[in-house]
């Protein structure tokens, strides 16, 4: 079975571009989540979708950040304009209904 | 208080002996408890989950759940140094889809 699927993999950009994440989750999984990790903070929940919807953007660092998810296989996560504090690596990860969640490979972001 | 409490390590261990990583929570609503493995530049795999009072076994790893202490705990047996990894222990809230996961204990076993 194919895992959680990211894109890109790698990205590195100016400051003030706009970036786009891409995350499909696993076939069949409802529930959808993206993470940012960074050594000095650990892995942090920035949102999360029930079946397509959005529940809990607690984690959203600012109104720079935004995500969305028009259908079951597919999920955005958006940086505009993107800061050098945005580097991290963004994961991406998916779940049944009461199943462990299963992680993508993950977008390693560098903003210069 | 952080909601998911580890020791971020390292902790070393020698080949063949028992690696001991334990976790503590505060949220008394925890409901699931999961050990998730992530090598350096790899995403986090899930190893262990575990949902009631107790040990649950599998293969050289055993999870410990202790809902009265408020704590979490992985034992690695016969440990190899293919077991260096950092080890995050997240929970999810009861009623809650959403996981909240400690910052890891590195463990490293050596040769």
């Known amino acids: 079975d194919a895992g959680v699927i990211q894109s890109p993999r790698h990205e590195v950009t100016e400051m003030g571009q706009e970036v786009t994440l891409r995350c499909k989750p696993i076939?069949?999984?409802?529930?959808l989540f993206w993470y940012r990790q960074t050594m000095m903070r650990g892995l942090e929940l920035l949102i999360y979708f029930n079946n397509n919807v959005p529940i809990d953007d607690s984690g959203m660092p600012e109104d720079r950040f935004s995500a969305k998810m028009p259908n079951a296989s597919f999920s955005t996560l958006k940086i505009q304009p993107s800061e050098p504090r945005d580097s991290a690596v963004y994961f991406c990860?998916?779940?049944?209904?009461?199943?462990?969640?299963?992680f993508g490979d993950g977008t390693r972001l560098s903003i210069l | 208080q952080k909601e998911v409490e580890q020791n971020s390590g390292p902790l070393s261990v020698p080949e063949g002996a028992i690696a001991s990583l334990n976790c503590t929570y505060s949220d008394r609503g925890s409901q699931s408890f999961f050990w998730y493995r992530q090598y350096s530049g790899k995403s986090p795999e899930l190893i262990m989950s575990i949902y009631s009072n107790g040990d649950k076994e599998d293969g050289r790893f055993t999870a410990q759940l202790n809902k009265a202490s408020q704590y979490v705990s992985l034992l690695i047996r016969d440990s190899q140094p293919s077991d260096s990894a950092t080890y995050l222990c997240a929970l999810s809230l009861t009623g809650t889809y959403k996981y909240i996961f400690g910052t890891g204990t590195r463990l490293k076993v050596l040769a």
């Open positions: 990860a998916s779940s049944d209904l009461g199943e462990p969640q299963h």
């Open positions: 076939s069949g999984h409802n529930s």
